[in-house]
Antibody, heavy 123, light 111 residues
Framework: EVQLVESGGGLVQPGGSLKLSCAASGFTFSGSAMHWVRQASGKGLEWVGRIRSKANSYATAYAASVKGRFTISRDDSKNTAYLQMNSLKTEDTAVYYC??????????????WGQGTLVTVSS | QSVLTQPPSASGTPGQRVTISCSGSSSNIGSNYVYWYQQLPGTAPKLLIYRNNQRPSGVPDRFSGSKSGTSASLAISGLRSEDEADYYCAAWDDSLSGPEVFGGGTKLTVL
């Protein structure tokens, strides 16, 4: 059974940093891309970024709203993806989900989501 | 302001058919597949439709998707109380907005 478990959320002051983790199990983590998606309270979904597999050079991509401040990485030996968040702003307050898309020939045909972890940026 | 535009709300009575629209541009819906997600209250989103009109295993055939030009629609037939949820469209975007963009979401109420 595929499981994604996020951790690392919490309260941080504006300008601070936080690192989220997404521990994965039940599938071949090293061969999979991983995405991060966030959702502010009562708001819609916002794609944050993704990291591809080693076979795809661990290529990363980010939403314009977080580019230059957030960094996605992974440790295939630990089956874990990370989201390093720096220079945090109050508008980064949200539940952060990690997402595993299941692709066939490059087309997403299903996916899995973690339970989410809450990040609150406030003084 | 979301890149993809959805109506904030929709409603229907049990058994009815409802549709939710999603409007985008040539850089996203116009040139890429559309995906639809269902988010039940207090839970993570779930993929409902992929590649414009395909259903993942386990999704009832009451749910269907379509796309035309830079717009897409999700239709739910035989509406049931358990369909009350938020629905989001998504698509890859070829512009600087980022590889994936979502609609603002539509809250579906079953009356």
């Amino acid at each position: 059974e595929v499981q994604l478990v996020e951790s690392g959320g919490g309260l941080v002051q504006p300008g601070g940093s936080l690192k989220l983790s997404c521990a994965a199990s039940g599938f071949t983590f090293s061969g999979s891309a991983m995405h991060w998606v966030r959702q502010a309270s009562g708001k819609g979904l916002e794609w944050v970024g993704r990291i591809r597999s080693k076979a795809n050079s661990y290529a990363t991509a980010y939403a314009a709203s977080v580019k230059g401040r957030f960094t996605i990485s992974r440790d295939d030996s630990k089956n874990t993806a990370y989201l390093q968040m720096n220079s945090l702003k109050t508008e980064d307050t949200a539940v952060y989900y990690c997402n595993l898309p299941i692709t066939i020939f490059g087309v997403v045909v299903s996916d899995y989501w973690g339970q989410g972890t809450l990040v609150t940026v406030s003084s | 302001q979301s890149v993809l535009t959805q109506p904030p709300s929709a409603s229907g009575t049990p058994g009815q058919r409802v549709t939710i629209s999603c409007s985008g541009s040539s850089s996203n819906i116009g040139s890429n597949y559309v995906y639809w997600y269902q988010q039940l209250p207090g839970t993570a989103p779930k993929l409902l439709i992929y590649r414009n009109n395909q259903r993942p295993s386990g999704v009832p055939d009451r749910f269907s998707g379509s796309k035309s030009g830079t717009s897409a629609s999700l239709a739910i037939s035989g509406l049931r109380s358990e369909d009350e949820a938020d629905y989001y469209c998504a698509a890859w975007d070829d512009s600087l907005s980022g590889p994936e963009v979502f609609g603002g979401g539509t809250k579906l109420t079953v009356l």
